[in-house]
């Protein structure tokens, strides 16, 4: 048995337009905006001053520009999958070659499913336990 499952669309993550629509106007370009986020995750403690500073533009759109920033949760008790991280870290760590973790998970899913209907007894080809 193998699970077939449909990989991420390609705009999975990407902003919803309503949301766009609902925020304020930031007085930036998407390309400063992105620029003011670039500089943030690279040096957490630059502050919205001094980026500001950096980039010639107002305090007021730095912050505006990070309020969209999304970070990671330091104290995170969950992985993507909804696992423990020891569970999402054994997962990761049987990836091939870069295979995605939707993808790893599904073949490790379906290799537990053939190793139990063999322990069981149970014949795919004839659908019936021997």
Known sequence: MQFRSTPPAPSCGATSPYT???RPRVGLSPETCEAVRRIKRRCPDATPAAI???L???????????????TRNPRRSRCTINATLEAGEFVRGEARNGEPVWRVLDRLLGELAQLRAIVAGWSAETGRTR
């Open 52 to 54: 500001a500073a950096r």
């Open 56 to 70: 010639d533009a107002t305090e007021a759109d730095v912050l505006l520009a990070l309020a969209t920033l999304r």
């Open 20 to 22: 766009e629509a609902l």
